[in-house]
């Protein structure tokens, strides 16, 4: 059970706090509810608490969780030639991916949509992932590491710009830097 003021991550949203754990009279079952308030959006939900883990809610990660991320931003991209799949289902294993909230997984399309990127322009729909899956890492980057939102995305281009070169040379991509 999380407590007052924990931060957590509700999947394809990002980092919230529980504000209150709320009780509400449906018919005649009287059921628990977590209040979470976004830290970035003006947007509150109510999750029941026996339904937590279902939905998918997870504790921020810890200092261990972030550094996994940067080794899994610094690993080759699987998605060489951006051909092994159509768009279509990339993006819809993207979406799904994003969905569940795993950490590991997001950073994993960040990284291959970056690739990406540095071989040839991204579509709208490919620019939309990427976007959202930076946010989603920079919400949780700022989080655990209490810095503002601003220096955790500068941390994180940085440390994937730093990498990207290496990468590119790994995977046998000519990169456009």
Not at 19 to 31: A, P
Not at 63 to 86: A, N, W
């Amino acid at each position: 059970m999380y407590t007052l003021e924990e931060k957590v991550v509700y999947p394809g949203h990002g980092v919230a706090k529980v504000e209150d754990i709320v009780q509400k009279t449906i018919g005649s079952t009287t059921v628990q509810f977590y209040k979470l308030k976004f830290l970035n959006r003006d947007m509150t939900i109510l999750i029941p608490v026996q339904t937590q883990e279902t939905c998918g809610i997870r504790p921020l990660s810890s200092e261990q969780g972030i550094q996994k991320m940067f080794e899994v931003l610094s690993e080759p991209s699987t998605k060489r030639g951006c051909v092994l799949s159509s768009w279509n289902k990339r993006s819809k294993q993207y979406q799904y991916k994003i969905k569940t909230g795993d950490l590991l997984e997001i950073s994993r399309i960040y990284r291959d949509l970056q690739c990406m990127s540095h071989e040839k322009d991204l579509s709208f729909g490919e620019r939309n992932l990427l976007h959202q899956a930076e946010a989603l890492l920079v919400e949780e980057l700022s989080a655990v590491r209490n810095m503002m939102e601003e220096q955790a995305v500068q941390t994180l281009r940085v440390i994937f710009i730093e990498m990207l070169p290496r990468m590119m040379h790994l995977s046998g991509v000519q990169t456009h830097l």
